[in-house]
């Protein structure tokens, strides 16, 4: 079940604050955030585990609502570096393969 | 550089053709994923190792594509007959141990079917 991400684009001047979010129907182990920029491979930006461990940047935050099956990627005072397409992968229980959703577009303006 | 490396960077090819792409993982990684990367869409999992050992292949996938990881190294992806629709972004990622551990991505292979 490929998880359902918001907003699907959105468009911030430096500076300011988004918050990006990722639903799934189904029961969650993790949920993982990569950022995709034109043309380049998917880069990790942080990994949330059942139970509340993270592994990830310092300057990324997440949170995992493992009631809800949500996941939220907080990007503050943004910069243009952080244009791109941001990914979440969800893995469910007893499976570790990543299913990623459609993904969500951040640009950044002066 | 000890990234994930993938080879051909682009392959075009004629329908009803076969292609087989190569990726070499971080060395010490024993997880290795294929993905597949259309136009506005998020990665596709395809099938992934754990060393030499396929542990799943999506159900999506047809008996046209196979992959192997024969000494737990380097990988290949080889998808025979190509149709159009098989036109996309392949990527290949590695991980160290687990799915619980980050993917480090390669450049993917950019396959066009004419």
């Known amino acids: 079940q490929q998880p359902v991400q918001s907003p699907q684009a959105v468009i911030l001047r430096e500076g300011e604050d988004a918050v990006i979010n990722c639903s799934s129907s189904k029961a969650l182990y993790s949920v993982h955030w990569y950022r995709q920029k034109h043309g380049e491979a998917p880069v990790f930006l942080m990994i949330l585990l059942k139970g509340g461990e993270q592994k990830g940047h310092e300057k990324i935050s997440a949170s995992f609502n493992e009631k809800k099956q949500q996941s939220s990627l907080y990007l503050t005072a943004s910069q243009l570096s952080y244009s791109g397409t941001y990914f979440c992968g969800t893995e469910m229980f007893g499976n570790e393969k990543l299913t990623f959703g459609t993904g969500t577009r951040l640009t950044i303006i002066p | 550089d000890t990234g994930v490396s993938q080879d051909p960077r682009h392959k075009i090819t004629k329908r009803g053709q076969n292609v087989t792409f190569r990726c070499d993982p971080i060395s010490e990684h024993n997880r290795l994923y294929w993905y597949r990367q259309t136009l506005g869409q998020g990665p596709e999992f395809l099938t992934y190792f754990q060393n030499e050992a396929q542990l799943e292949k999506s159900r999506l996938l047809s008996d046209r594509f196979s992959a192997e990881r024969p000494k737990g190294s380097f990988s290949t992806l080889e998808i025979q007959r190509t149709e159009q629709g098989d036109s996309a972004m392949y990527l290949c990622?590695?991980?160290?141990?687990?799915?619980?551990?980050?993917?480090?991505f390669g450049p993917g292979t950019r396959l066009t079917v004419l």
């Open positions: 990622a590695s991980s160290y141990r687990t799915g619980r551990d980050e993917q480090f």
